[in-house]
């Protein structure tokens, strides 16, 4: 959903003249989008076509003061790059790039054309085959970036992913739930340590699009040379958390989840399948506890009912980690029964 236009940003219409994306005389109307939390992005309507920008906040737009270099924008841009060369399908292309600004283009992407997944999953529309192909996706752009000192050199953000993912998930958890310190803060301990692929870091429903070619990945701003397993856990604790905001299609969400960990899991060339998922299993529980208990609650679960459910699965997987994720979801849908 879009906002009426607004005038124009300088700077930014004098970086698209730069970039010849617009011509000299040139002042496209600017129309801002809606987005996630730690970005501005716009539209602007060029005489040769729209193009979107994305801009990095330095300060995220939640109510924690949560603070974050904008120079992860050069990253996300170089993680989309990469992954043009893996599965170009699977990424939008871009156009231009300011590291000094902290931001870059883009094609425009028609939401006609490219529906949310989170939108089409809240209206009731699981389709199991656009699960499938999220898994195996997301499992090829591991395959494609795995045991690469290049690429981890190239992806060095250590820093950047604490301060995104790990501190205010894991960390910030676990000073809410102090009995599970220790826990918590392994899990973040061993993500850290775990160096193997290049991670998106928000693989999430909000940040796929269903294309004529299936899903495209979008808001790579978390990009970071390290452990596979957090991309898969991440995206599908999303798919748990949706049970919640659309409750009668709790067993479609649950059969997504398990079409997006099989296919998943069917692409896993770099080590043991059974290692990584292990590791996104007991993952997993963390990170259903953060969405309630951390920095960035998610926003449709707001009854306390069910942030009850969550802190009961999450709190009695945390104590003793599961190795499978279909243990995860068993456990998961033995809780929404009650």
Same mark, same amino acid.
């Given at each position: 959903?879009?906002?009426?236009?607004? !005038?124009?940003? %300088?700077?930014?219409?004098?970086?698209?003249?730069?970039?010849?994306?617009?011509?000299?005389?040139?002042?496209? @109307?600017?129309?801002?989008?809606?987005? #996630?939390?730690?970005?501005?992005?716009?539209?602007?309507?060029? $005489?040769?076509?729209? =193009?979107?920008?994305?801009?990095?906040?330095?300060?995220?737009?939640?109510?924690?003061?949560?603070?974050?270099?904008?120079?992860?924008?050069?990253?996300?841009? $170089?993680?989309?790059?990469?992954?043009?060369?893996?599965?170009?399908?699977?990424?939008?292309?871009?156009?231009?790039?300011? !590291?000094?600004?902290?931001?870059?283009?883009?094609?425009?992407?028609? @939401?006609?054309?490219?529906?949310?997944?989170?939108?089409?999953?809240?209206? #009731?529309?699981?389709?199991?085959?656009?699960?499938?192909?999220? %898994?195996?996706?997301?499992?090829?752009?591991?395959? %494609?970036?795995?045991?690469?000192?290049?690429?981890?050199? $190239?992806?060095? /953000?250590?820093?950047?992913?604490?301060?995104?993912?790990?501190?205010?998930?894991?960390?910030? /958890? &676990?000073? &809410?739930?102090?009995? =599970?310190?220790?826990?918590?803060?392994?899990?973040?301990?061993? /993500?850290?340590?775990?160096? =193997?692929?290049?991670?998106?870091?928000?693989?999430?429903?909000?940040?796929?699009?269903?294309? !004529?070619?299936?899903?495209?990945?979008?808001d790579a701003e978390c990009a970071w040379y390290g452990d596979p397993a957090f991309d898969l856990a991440f995206c599908l604790n999303h798919l748990l958390l949706k049970c919640l905001w659309t409750p009668r299609a709790s067993d479609r969400?649950?059969? &997504?989840?398990?079409?997006? #960990?099989?296919?998943?899991?069917?692409?896993?060339?770099?080590?043991?399948?059974?290692?990584?998922?292990?590791?996104?299993?007991?993952?997993? @529980?963390?990170?259903?506890?953060?969405?309630?208990?951390?920095?960035?609650?998610?926003?449709?679960?707001?009854?306390?009912?069910?942030?009850?459910?969550?802190r009961r699965t999450a709190r009695a997987l945390l104590t003793t980690p599961p190795q499978t994720l279909a243990a995860v979801s068993a456990a998961w849908k033995k809780e929404l029964a009650k």
């Amino acid at each position: 959903m879009s906002n009426a236009p607004r !005038p124009p940003d %300088g700077e930014i219409t004098e970086i698209l003249r730069r970039s010849g994306l617009v011509e000299e005389d040139e002042t496209p @109307p600017c129309v801002p989008l809606a987005g #996630g939390v730690s970005s501005d992005i716009s539209r602007f309507d060029t $005489r040769h076509g729209r =193009l979107c920008v994305k801009r990095a906040l330095p300060r995220l737009k939640v109510n924690a003061d949560w603070r974050v270099p904008v120079e992860r924008n050069m990253y996300e841009v $170089r993680w989309f790059e990469t992954v043009a060369y893996i599965a170009p399908e699977a990424v939008p292309r871009i156009l231009a790039h300011d !590291p000094e600004a902290g931001l870059f283009v883009m094609d425009y992407l028609d @939401p006609a054309l490219f529906p949310v997944w989170k939108e089409q999953l809240h209206g #009731g529309a699981i389709d199991i085959v656009t699960a499938a192909i999220v %898994g195996a996706r997301l499992a090829r752009i591991h395959a %494609g970036t795995a045991n690469d000192p290049a690429m981890a050199q $190239r992806f060095d /953000t250590d820093a950047l992913f604490r301060a995104l993912r790990l501190e205010p998930y894991l960390e910030a /958890t &676990a000073r &809410a739930h102090p009995d =599970l310190e220790v826990t918590l803060l392994n899990l973040a301990r061993r /993500t850290a340590e775990t160096k =193997l692929a290049l991670v998106h870091g928000d693989v999430s429903p909000k940040n796929i699009l269903i294309g !004529p070619d299936g899903p495209l990945f979008l808001d790579a701003e978390c990009a970071w040379y390290g452990d596979p397993a957090f991309d898969l856990a991440f995206c599908l604790n999303h798919l748990l958390l949706k049970c919640l905001w659309t409750p009668r299609a709790s067993d479609r969400f649950l059969l &997504a989840f398990r079409a997006i #960990g099989d296919n998943y899991l069917k692409g896993v060339t770099w080590e043991s399948a059974a290692s990584l998922e292990a590791r996104a299993a007991s993952l997993l @529980p963390g990170l259903l506890l953060a969405r309630v208990d951390g920095k960035s609650p998610v926003e449709y679960i707001t009854a306390a009912a069910d942030k009850d459910h969550v802190r009961r699965t999450a709190r009695a997987l945390l104590t003793t980690p599961p190795q499978t994720l279909a243990a995860v979801s068993a456990a998961w849908k033995k809780e929404l029964a009650k």
